[in-house]
């Protein structure tokens, strides 16, 4: 089985030879991957080994017309610190290249790679809200937001900022109301 080890989500159109150059830079198959998550929407990938021995997949889908998704996949072992930011660091560098917008990168190292709700138009209901009651202590807020407690200051700030901005921090315990606004620096 693949997990998803890291992923980069990104919009934008290219062309055939930009699509050319993602196969070369990447060093990848034109053959879509058959196996794990996604694998209908696969465009080219290849199996490799890193340092650590752990077995990896490099994916490179196609989400609808302009949709890009970058993959590194893992089967069981997670691969190395290093071997996730070498493909982060390859992950941004073709996305800028190809002048494509970054989505999101997942897991998030910084701000950037987050994706962040906009605050244009209605406001949607929030599941959050409407299911689930916080806890007393901001450590066990992280999980239920998607982060690792050794998450980057910086990508905690982000998403405890997003979800102060969900009606569900209205009903918020004092508690975590008053952690919330001392990890953030206000109190």
């Known amino acids: ?9 990104s919009h934008g159109e290219l062309s055939s030879d930009q ?8 060093g990848v ?40 998704v970058f993959t590194l996949f893992h089967q069981g072992q997670q691969p190395s610190a290093g071997t996730v930011e070498t493909h982060r ?15 999101e990168i997942s897991p998030a190292a910084t ?3 987050i994706l962040v709700a906009s605050a244009e138009g209605p406001e949607p209901e929030s599941a959050l809200g409407a299911h689930w009651a916080l806890p007393d202590e901001l450590d066990l807020v992280w999980p239920h937001v998607g982060l690792r407690k ?7 700030e982000v998403k405890l900022r997003e979800l102060m901005s969900t009606p569900a921090w209205a009903a918020a315990p004092t508690s975590l109301r008053e952690q919330a606004e001392t990890f953030l620096g206000r109190a």
């Open 1 to 9: 089985m693949l997990w998803p080890a890291l992923r980069a989500l």
């Open 19 to 26: 699509i050319q150059w993602l196969i070369d830079t990447f």
């Open 29 to 68: 198959d034109q053959e879509p991957r058959i196996e794990g998550p996604g694998a209908a929407q696969s465009i080219a990938h290849r199996s490799f080994t890193d340092v650590a021995g752990a077995r990896l997949v490099l994916d490179l889908a196609r989400t609808g017309e302009s949709g890009w």
């Open 89 to 103: 660091s390859l992950f941004r560098e073709a996305i800028g290249r190809l002048g494509l917008t970054l989505i």
């Open 111 to 113: 701000a950037d790679e």
């Open 150 to 156: 050794d998450a980057p200051r910086e990508v905690k």
